[in-house]
Nanobody
Framework: QVLLVESGGGLVQAGGSLRLSCVAS????????MGWYRQAPGKQRELVAH???????NYADSVKGRFTISRDNAKNTVYLQMNDLKPEDTAVYYC????????????WGQGTQVTVSS
């Protein structure tokens, strides 16, 4: 059974920071690129950052320079450090394994809510 558990969200003022964590099943964490997606109300879910098994990161233009993705292979955990948060970053954030087409591979976890006030 695949497990994806996100945590670390919250309410923060614009310009603030949050660090998200996602613990994944070892069966997928050791095999796949891992990514953070987000879904804002009324919008499609989008991939904002992903990191390969070798820890090579990639970012959406909207978060480049502000967000940092990392992974701890010993803990089966992927992190998203979010700095200089903006109201438009408000969304539910999810992690998942990512295929070469940037599609999520497994069922979604519960996500973690990030709300940025202006």
């Amino acid at each position: 059974q695949v497990l994806l558990v996100e945590s670390g969200g919250g309410l923060v003022q614009a310009g603030g920071s949050l660090r998200l964590s996602c613990v994944a099943s070892e069966s997928i964490f050791r095999r796949y690129t891992m990514g953070w997606y987000r879904q804002a109300p009324g919008k499609q879910r989008e991939l904002v950052a992903h990191i390969t098994i070798a820890s090579s990161p990639n970012y959406a233009d909207s978060v480049k320079g502000r967000f940092t993705i990392s992974r701890d292979n010993a803990k089966n955990t992927v992190y998203l450090q979010m700095n200089d948060l903006k109201p438009e970053d408000t969304a539910v954030y999810y992690c998942n394994a990512v295929d070469r087409y940037r599609r999520a591979l497994y069922s979604w976890g519960q996500g973690t809510q990030v709300t940025v006030s202006s």
